[in-house]
């Protein structure tokens, strides 16, 4: 890991193949002689690179924006191997979904009258809003009655209703209780609500549970069982399966199960100071590549790479090089005694990590590398160099345009 650093330059975001290889092989072995499907939830992170191994492995792919569903296009011929979660969407955005052939899951009653008043809409999902969530943080939970996402049970009727009335077909219930999910048993009670649900539309050829798998960010949490949440769902699907149709099968779309912990992000400490209590390092990254210590506390390990064999006994609080007071991405963190240029890991960051970035304070986004299994490293996205960062921005708002009222 340190080689990257030195070759690659620092910031940059790592991510070992052989750990997302491991994480599909286990979904993908879960359900053996089940009709389980799976999707890559692309926003955890929808590099290229990761999304063409994702697929390879047999995954489809899971979107939730226009954006997302035209970058999958770029990798499968298939549309249908595309489902599309939209939320607020526009009727543009409907429209190229609809002559696309993307499979569209509606969360609402407004869009659902929408599509089915498109002269070509045929066939759709709807998304469900449980009244059961869960999550890592409250910011993360969609599946509260409360939360923005789906259609309201009290709502089916009228659902139904709509599609009957112009001769649509809902071939699909979807639900998606919230990311990083504490309790499987939640997970499990939605699914039993969908499949309960289930019985009030004729025309369904699938269920998809969502995603929200959880990982184990601190050395403290359990990883999350597949095994066991596995023979669970089973039992569901066998009870559930009699009387329905041929291909019908259930999907799920985690994200950050397939490439959490497999991405570090490699950073290098570039200041060191004591403010009276508090003994900060200062890193050559921050909140706009990795933001989800600020927006939902999140705990990321660090590691100090220099000093890996030297005795952590120092406490470090570790600062981005963001222009805000908040840009914090650790607190209090045992380490051994840095020094300028030592070269510290953010691990478990393959997901929300760069998908999430931004170019705040103007700054450039970090290279991407890809850990092959055979040792060797790739570089999947360059870095952007200070100069090209500013040249692009420059470029893009040259045209000035006035607008006559
Ligand atoms: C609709 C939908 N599906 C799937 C996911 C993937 O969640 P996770 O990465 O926690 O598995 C998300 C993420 O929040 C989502 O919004």
């Known amino acids: 890991m340190l080689q990257v650093a030195r070759q690659l330059g620092t910031p940059c975001y790592v991510y070992n ?20 499907k799976w999707l890559y939830a692309i926003k955890a992170n929808d ?29 499968t011929d298939n549309p249908r191997q595309i489902f599309y979660t939209e939320n607020s969407m526009s009727d543009a955005e409907m429209d190229a979904a609809i002559q696309m052939g993307v499979i569209l899951n509606i969360g609402s009653l407004k869009r659902l009258e929408r599509f089915c008043r498109h002269p070509e809409a045929t066939e759709c999902c709807v998304r469900i809003n449980p009244a059961i969530g869960d999550g890592h943080h409250a910011r993360v939970n969609t599946g509260d009655s409360e939360s923005k996402f789906g259609i309201r049970i009290g709502q089916i009727e009228e659902a139904v209703a709509l599609a009957k009335k112009y001769g649509k077909r809902i071939i699909g219930l979807h639900a998606h209780i919230g990311s990083g999910i504490k309790e499987p048993e939640n997970l499990i009670a939605a699914m039993k609500v969908l499949i309960e649900l289930s019985k009030e539309f004729s025309d369904l050829t699938f269920i998809n549970f969502g995603g929200g798998m959880p990982t184990p960010y601190r050395s403290s949490e359990k990883p999350f ?36 912990e497999a991405g570090f992000l490699l ?13 900060y390092l200062g890193t050559d990254t921050g909140m706009h590549h990795l933001m989800r210590p600020i927006i939902y506390d999140a705990w990321h390990d660090v590691v100090n790479l220099t000093k890996i064999e030297h005795t952590p006994d120092q406490l470090y609080t570790i600062s981005g090089n963001i222009c805000e007071s908040g840009d914090i991405l650790a607190f209090d963190r ?13 691990c478990d960051a393959g997901a929300y990590g760069m998908t999430m970035a931004s170019q705040y304070n103007r700054r450039a986004l970090p290279a991407e590398a890809l850990l092959k299994t055979d040792g060797t490293f790739q570089i999947i996205r360059p870095a952007q160099t200070a100069e090209e960062t500013v040249a692009e921005f420059l470029d893009k708002c040259r045209f000035t345009t006035t607008i006559n009222s």
């Open 225 to 260: 069982d597949m095994a066991h949440f596995g023979r669970l769902a089973s039992a569901l699907f066998e009870a559930d399966l009699k009387g329905r149709p041929e291909g019908f099968h259930y999907l799920f779309e985690p994200g950050r199960w397939f490439v959490a």
């Open 17 to 36: 193949e052989a750990v997302i290889m491991r994480q599909s092989r286990i979904v993908l072995d879960t359900f053996e002689n089940q009709p389980v």
């Open 334 to 346: 045992l380490l051994p005694e840095a020094e300028m240029d030592d070269v510290l890991a953010f």
């Open 47 to 75: 590099n290229p690179h990761i999304l063409s191994l994702i697929q390879k492995s047999g995954i489809g792919f899971d979107t939730v924006s226009f954006e997302e569903v035209l970058l999958c296009r770029h990798f």
């Open 267 to 279: 950073t290098k400490v570039q200041t060191i100071k004591d403010q009276l209590e508090t003994r």
